[in-house]
């Protein structure tokens, strides 16, 4: 039987009641643990809305259970082992996280979700197995326990996409770093790309099982036993590699189309993050295209927070000496503060309405 542990006190199944009244945040979660121990067939998960409307979603115990041992046979996880669970228990990643505890039987260290989840774990917890989202790892990397994030076995990073700034400072860590592909309808992660010091790549490798192909505008569709073998169609502009591995390169919802030129924004902020750092820019940022009656789109910046003169003329100095010509912004926009999901992401349609 497993342990919780929550201000390093131990908590066995049997306590999920007290556990409830002393950590009130995890009751979505100790709801999800109830219902699993009492062999419940179908459960109910939300999307987190970062592309549209949050939506309930029926999954199947078969469906969490197929999850749970591909994840199990990729990382090697094994009975015994410590989990670090810190991140909000409405979505879906708590959730199979939890859920690879209870059928592996890994003990779960409980953190109420914070920016720095490490800072609330008794120095002397070994955590083998963690998931954040980009924003912990960075405020981990910024503070004193940065080499207590080494230590962890598998750490897994999702909910928002990784920004080269990141990439770089993981580069030196000897264990097993990953970025996670997936969504609540395949059932958490189906596919992983490594970002530690031994296989920094810049596509995912598919876990085993995982089948996929491009419809035909050339966005990923994926099916395996974590979706019942039914295909998930996806707006995901994908480049496959082979029948294991993909690159990721945008959303075809944020696919601009300015005077019949397709851009993709997210490669073009690939490119913008250099130019960024020339300027002495460390805003959060993203482009996006918004109506223009000769282009039909026009690409557009929105930079997060202020700015001054000088660094703004910087930056359209650089964007015109480093970036392709239908590339650079026809306008810069600064907003005070972006529209985020629970887990960071940023949403970009939201946010780009808010301004219109």
């Known amino acids: 039987m497993i342990n919780i542990f929550y201000n390093n006190k131990p908590y066995g199944i049997k306590n999920l009641d007290l556990l409830a009244e002393e950590a009130p945040f995890f009751k979505p979660a100790i709801s999800f643990i109830k219902n699993w121990m009492t062999n419940t067939e179908k459960f109910d998960f939300q999307s987190s809305g970062s592309t549209g409307v949050p939506k309930m979603l029926d999954i199947s115990r078969k469906q969490i259970l197929s999850s749970v041992e591909l994840t199990r046979k990729y990382l090697q996880l094994k009975q015994g082992e410590k989990a670090l669970v ?14 690879r505890c209870l059928v592996l039987g890994l003990d779960i260290v409980l953190v109420e979700p914070c920016a720095n989840p490490l800072d609330r774990v008794n120095i002397s917890t070994k955590i083998d197995f963690a998931s954040f989202v980009p924003m912990q790892v960075q405020k981990i990397l910024d ?18 996409g990784v920004h080269n700034s990141l990439i770089n400072k993981l580069k030196n860590f000897n264990n ?18 490594k970002l530690d010091k031994n296989s920094q790549t810049n596509h995912f ?35 496959i590699h082979n029948q294991n591995e993909f690159t990721w390169k945008g959303r075809l919802d944020n696919l601009v189309n300015s005077g019949g030129v397709k851009i993709i924004p997210e490669l073009v902020e690939e490119q913008l993050i250099s130019i960024f750092r020339r300027s002495n ?4 940022f993203f482009l996006a295209g918004i109506e223009d009656p000769l282009l039909g789109q026009k690409l557009v910046l929105l930079i997060e927070g202020g700015h001054t003169d000088k660094t ?5 100095e650089n964007m015109r000496k480093f970036l392709p010509k ?19 992401k940023v949403r970009r349609m939201e946010t780009l309405k808010s301004i219109e």
């Open 326 to 344: 239908y590339h650079i912004p026809k306008e810069v926009i600064f907003k005070k503060e972006f529209i985020r999901t629970a887990s960071g």
């Open 312 to 316: 703004l003329d910087s930056l359209n």
């Open 143 to 160: 503070s004193v326990h940065s080499a207590r994030l080494s230590k962890i076995r598998n750490v897994l990073i999702g909910g928002a």
């Open 281 to 284: 820019l460390s805003n959060e």
């Open 86 to 99: 810190c991140l909000s228990p409405e979505y879906i990643a708590t959730k199979m996280m939890i859920a």
């Open 205 to 239: 490798t598919c876990l085993s099982e995982v089948h996929i192909r491009t419809d035909e505008n050339d966005c990923l569709v994926v099916s395996g036993p974590m979706t019942d073998h039914k295909e998930i169609f996806t707006k995901d502009l994908i480049e």
């Open 176 to 193: 097993k770093i990953y970025h996670t592909y997936g969504m609540t309808e395949t059932v958490s992660h189906v596919a992983l790309r």
